[in-house]
């Protein structure tokens, strides 16, 4: 399939060089794309861990423009899912003069509703604040306006705003042929157009969706296609156990009861005692919130079913709940043909027992295999109360939703450790998968040093955070360009945030923590800002892009392992232990090294960046599993004196002399 076409496209005299100014055609982006478009012929699984620069994107896009076939696109954020559509798609579609269709697809809480927008305009009273006045104005004009009904297309109103809920549907208060506004469905018009379009970008939360809803035998929201190209596929472990467990929360049941009161009074009034069934449910929800409160007291606020204090106590709160919401639900579905309003209270309801049921007997109808087991936990906190429920495994079901002879392509900076993908294999099923790496183009050894503090407490210790900011202080001073500090506790971000306040008192540097705004704004200021200090926690190791010199200082306090509190991975290292394995160096261990090398990677973004990475862990060098860790990190020079980074901040590669040899002593 078009053999010559990938080189002509990304030579020397290609159309990329010629419709595209600063383009330059790079070797592994030709070799990359080639290997994609030799999976598309053969129908097989590639696996593709592309450096940083190499050009994934385009790499995968010619191919799939160039097949002829349906693909289908998916990025592990709605942030990249809109840049692919509105920014690098059409470079390349225009550079090549290709007439493809492509499609933008979000899950439905991306869309406005015309019903629940209507409902809400009828009921002002339900507005929480002023703000939300204008907000709901600022909405209705975009429905007028829009062709999409996009809320990524609406900054006016914040991503995080509450009113988004009450304007937008859920699967199960969607009326759908029933509703009024069915021909204007800003949700269906995206679907149609999907399936009807060349090239279908969504994003790794949707995927999950839909592989979840097939489970359940619900089969027409994604549509079907020759090729699916992961983009940002190391979030796909994660995403697939988030997407196929499941989550009931009393918000959710106290929602639920609203919703069928408001109905059946307004619908079915003689028929139901309404407001004492959902009074009874509304009641059992808050008995079980207090019955739970113990858990709040835990570590995480977290405890698996095994280890809920007060089991009994527990247990009969759960049964009251369960009864309630038996009443309603039967209720309901006596009288859910009077109306659509009350035929979306029934669903809701339905869908609450049976993820409360499922929860509570999760042994019912499962196999002891472990592809197939679940753990099951409660989280309290001062707002909620939610009972999750997760695979240990998604290999069978992920590897599973392959179609025989469909084509996929799963990309990524960081998908192995030192080369060796096994975890990442193990993790989705995929042990026939062709694996392969591409390197960055970047030189490394002279755009980036590691610096590794020699003086440093162990990570254990109660003074680290506090040793850890201040040994970033003199760093901080003698850069130039922003800092990046990134934190493995929301506890070490606020720490290490006041320790550096305190510390540049004479300084009129920005300090920004995460917290204080949005990710997105918080990010736009630093940017901006061209020499802040931005601390932040798990959400910021990834998907920040800060090219040149408004980021020249990374630091990370820890080695990230995952918090030992989270129940899903303490019954995966008990499952791996029980089979005889060794959990630290098969699970915790690959995925640590990945999640620090993304980290690493916000460093150096283009062929002029430089700066310095530190590291205040020294289990990174000290350590015999250290060096398996920092092996797998860009090949940056590397040092454990300070005067030898301060010196590399201070004369910028292309300023400064050569360097000199390697000062690891790692």
């Not at 408001?262 to 808050?286: I, P």
């Not at 694996?435 to 680290?464: E, I, K």
């Not at 089979?579 to 990677?601: D, H, S």
Request: glycine share 8%; hydrophobic share 40%.
């Amino acid at each position: 399939m078009f053999s010559d076409d990938l080189a002509d496209l990304f030579g020397p005299d290609g159309p990329l060089v010629r419709q595209l100014p600063g383009y330059v055609p790079r070797a592994a982006q030709l070799e990359l794309s080639e290997a994609i478009r030799d999976t598309l012929d053969s129908g097989g699984v590639l696996i593709a861990e592309a450096g940083t620069g190499t050009g994934k994107t385009w790499a995968y896009l010619a191919p799939a423009f160039l097949s002829g076939g349906k693909v289908l696109v998916s990025t592990g954020t709605r942030t990249l899912q809109d840049q692919l559509f509105r920014r690098d798609i059409p470079r390349l579609r225009a550079a090549l003069a290709l007439p493809v269709d492509v499609a933008l697809l979000k899950g439905r809480g991306n869309y406005v509703c015309h019903y629940h927008l209507e409902r809400l305009e009828q009921d002002e009273r339900a507005l929480k604040s002023r703000d939300e006045i204008s907000q709901l104005r600022a909405i209705r004009r975009f429905v007028r306006e829009s062709g999409s009904g996009d809320r990524a297309d609406l900054p006016e109103v914040p991503e995080t705003a509450d009113i988004w809920s009450r304007v937008t549907s859920t699967r199960e208060n969607c009326l759908g042929q029933d509703c009024p506004h069915v021909r204007d469905c800003f949700l269906l018009k995206a679907r149609r157009h999907a399936q009807e379009a060349d090239v279908v970008v969504v994003n790794h939360a949707l995927f999950m969706a839909d592989l979840a809803l097939r489970e359940e035998g619900i089969t027409d929201l994604l549509p079907e296609t020759r090729l699916v190209v992961f983009d940002e596929a190391h979030q796909l472990p994660d995403t697939a156990t988030r997407f196929l467990g499941q989550s009931l929360s009393l918000h959710q049941v106290l929602d639920c009861a609203r919703q069928a009161e408001a109905a059946g009074l307004a619908h079915a009034r003689e028929t139901v005692r309404w407001s004492e069934l959902c009074q009874a449910l509304d009641a059992a929800a808050r008995d079980l919130r207090l019955v739970s409160a113990p858990v709040g007291k835990l570590p995480g606020g977290r405890a698996t079913f095994d280890q809920i204090p007060e089991p009994e106590a527990f247990d009969q709160s759960l049964d009251r709940l369960a009864q309630a919401l038996d009443g309603l639900t039967e209720s309901l579905g006596t009288q859910e043909e009077r109306h659509p309003d009350l035929a979306a209270a029934a669903r809701t309801a339905r869908t609450l027992r049976a993820r409360l049921w499922q929860w509570a007997h999760p042994a019912r109808g499962e196999a002891e295999t472990e592809d197939q087991a679940a753990v099951r936990w409660i989280e309290h906190s001062a707002h909620s109360v939610r009972l999750q429920r997760a695979p240990l495994s998604v290999a069978r079901i992920f590897s599973g939703f392959r179609r025989p002879g469909q084509s996929w392509v799963l990309a990524s900076a960081t998908l192995s450790v030192r080369g060796d993908f096994q975890h990442f294999q193990r993790q989705l099923g995929l042990a026939d998968a062709e694996t392969r790496s591409w390197a960055s183009p970047f030189d490394y050894p002279a755009q980036g040093l590691l610096y590794v503090p020699r003086a440093l407490p162990w990570p254990g210790d109660p003074g680290f955070t506090d040793a850890f900011a201040r040994a970033l202080l003199p760093l901080v001073d003698a850069c130039a360009g922003g800092v990046l500090v990134l934190c493995t506790t929301l506890r070490a971000v606020d720490r290490v945030a006041d320790v550096l306040l305190r510390g540049m008192l004479a300084s009129d540097r920005p300090v920004m923590r995460q917290g204080e705004a949005s990710r997105g704004v918080l990010l736009e200021r630093f940017r901006a800002a061209g020499n802040a200090v931005l601390v932040g926690s798990t959400s910021f190791w990834e998907g920040i892009d800060v090219p040149g010199d408004a980021l020249t200082l990374v630091a990370i306090d820890k080695l990230p392992f995952a918090p030992p509190d989270d129940p899903v991975l303490e019954a995966r290292l008990n499952a791996c232990r029980a089979e005889g394995g060794n959990p630290f160096m098969e699970y915790q261990l690959p995925q640590a090294a990945l999640l620090l090398k993304q980290g690493a990677g916000r460093l150096i973004r283009s062929e002029t960046d430089w700066g310095v990475l530190v590291v205040g862990d020294g289990r990174l060098v000290d350590k015999p599993y250290g060096r398996l860790l920092w092996q797998g990190l860009p090949p940056f020079a590397r040092t454990r004196d300070a005067e030898v980074a301060l010196d590399f901040l201070g004369h910028p590669p292309g300023r400064r002399e050569p360097a000199g040899q390697d000062v690891a002593g790692a």
